[in-house]
């Protein structure tokens, strides 16, 4: 069964960090594009962070550029978010989310993403 598995979600203030983990499992993530996705309750999905599979080339939306910081470890089977600075605004489910045939100029659709997890709840409090 292949699955990707978040961690590392939780209740922090305003200004701190925060590092979420995705560990994938049943296939090798490393051909894929890989990408952090998060939703706001009333809001739709919105992209976040993506990692290039290949040139590990990254992308990032405004909201958390400068801020936040996508990594992969292939060896792993893994991939990070290192979240800085946080502010209220980022309270979301954040969704680890892979797909072998993301185009990159296509990387900040979730449609397009056949991969998930099942999320982890970041709440950000002032």
């Known amino acids: 069964q292949v699955q990707l598995t978040e961690s590392g979600g939780g209740l922090v203030q305003a200004g701190d960090s925060l590092r979420l983990s995705c560990v994938g499992s049943?296939?090798?993530?490393?051909?894929?594009?890989m990408g952090w996705f998060r939703q706001a309750p009333g809001k739709e999905r919105e992209f976040v962070a993506a990692i290039r599979r290949s040139s590990g080339t990254t992308d990032y939306a405004d909201s958390v550029k400068g801020r936040f910081t996508i990594s992969r470890d292939n060896a792993k089977n893994s991939a990070s978010l290192e979240m800085n600075s946080v502010k209220p605004e980022d309270t979301a489910v954040y969704y680890c989310?892979?797909?072998?045939?993301?185009?990159?100029?296509?990387?900040?659709?979730?449609?397009?993403?056949?991969?998930w997890g099942q999320g982890t709840q970041v709440t950000v409090s002032s």
């Open positions: 989310a892979a797909d072998r045939n993301v185009y990159w100029a296509t990387r900040q659709n979730p449609a397009r993403y056949f991969y």
């Open positions: 049943g296939r090798t993530f490393s051909d894929c594009t």
